[in-house]
């Protein structure tokens, strides 16, 4: 998207506020280090809701190497901000999903030997799998979000499978611009915004996450389409030198001050235009 067509997608969204979404596992993986309770997952995401996170995310994953049933529990019965329960689409994880019933669900693709999500769902693979999953939470209630790749097929088949959002994934790009692999970096970054227009076109509400920073947060806040962030290993991880309430607070002054200069530039845009 050049800058011109950015501005007339502005002008078009209204230029809607970002969301952030905390993911906590990973304190949950300190905690599990160890055993026992301490750091409790709860306390970190009360005080990431203190310092500014519009909603929680916790992946219960098969083999529980972090997040708890209990857990999950535990946070639908006590945060006063939506629960983002990002799950594989299996009976198991559907069943506890609608026992528990979390504000939204993220399903993801999932396998025991990676050490975090790899890719994005194969919806356009899995459709008859998924359409059954996707039906029964949306009829839960249940907010759903599909953990995709930026890319066309897979957006039009999530689209047909009447999920209300995606949630793309933003890790090559980040990790092309970690490494310096700048033309790499180029085009995954061409690959996100034209999915998110894409997205959008078709009335879905576009998320982002997975490998974000302040710096990659900030860039990707400026995509007008783009209405929320899920950010968690990063801000853990700084929150071992500044704590977490600095690391949430930081971040999301980061995305407010980057959504706020998409908004005057849409303004003056309009102005210009007159």
Same mark, same amino acid.
């Given at each position: ?33 160890? =055993? ?54 299996? %009976? ?16 993801? %693709? ?9 890719? =994005? ?19 839960? =209630? ?30 090559? *790009? ?14 995954? *970054? ?85």
């Amino acid at each position: 998207m050049t800058p011109k067509t950015a501005k007339a997608a502005g002008r078009e969204l209204g230029i809607p506020p970002i969301r952030l979404g905390i993911n906590i596992d990973h304190v949950a993986t300190l905690r599990n280090a160890r =055993g026992g309770r301490h750091p409790d997952p709860l306390r970190a995401a009360e005080l990431a809701v203190e310092a500014g996170a519009d909603n929680i995310t916790a992946h219960l994953r098969e083999d529980r190497r972090h997040i708890t049933d209990a857990d999950i529990a535990r946070l639908r019965a006590n945060l006063t901000v939506p629960l983002n329960m990002e799950m594989a689409a299996t %009976p198991e994880m559907l069943a506890i999903a609608l026992k528990t019933k979390p504000q939204a669900a993220c399903l993801v %693709p999932e396998k025991r030997t990676e050490r975090t999500t790899e890719g =994005g769902l194969d919806v356009a693979g899995q459709h008859d799998l998924l359409a059954p999953v996707v039906a029964a939470l949306g009829d839960a =209630g249940i907010h759903v979000s599909l953990f995709i790749a930026p890319e066309l097929p897979q957006i039009e088949v999530s689209a047909r499978l009447r999920a209300p959002a995606i949630e793309i994934h933003v890790g090559p *790009w980040c990790e092309a611009l970690a490494e310096g692999r700048r033309q790499e970096a180029e085009a995954e *970054w061409r690959r996100i915004v034209e999915g998110a227009r894409a997205a959008h076109d078709l009335g879905l509400e576009v998320h982002a996450g997975h490998g974000l920073d302040y710096a990659t947060a900030a860039i990707i806040s400026g995509v007008p389409e783009i209405v929320e962030l899920n950010i968690g290993h990063y801000l853990v991880g700084e929150a071992v030198f500044s704590g977490l309430y600095e690391t949430v607070s930081h971040m999301r002054a980061v995305m407010d001050r980057a959504r706020e200069a998409l908004r005057q530039s849409d303004t003056q845009a309009k102005v210009g235009g007159r």
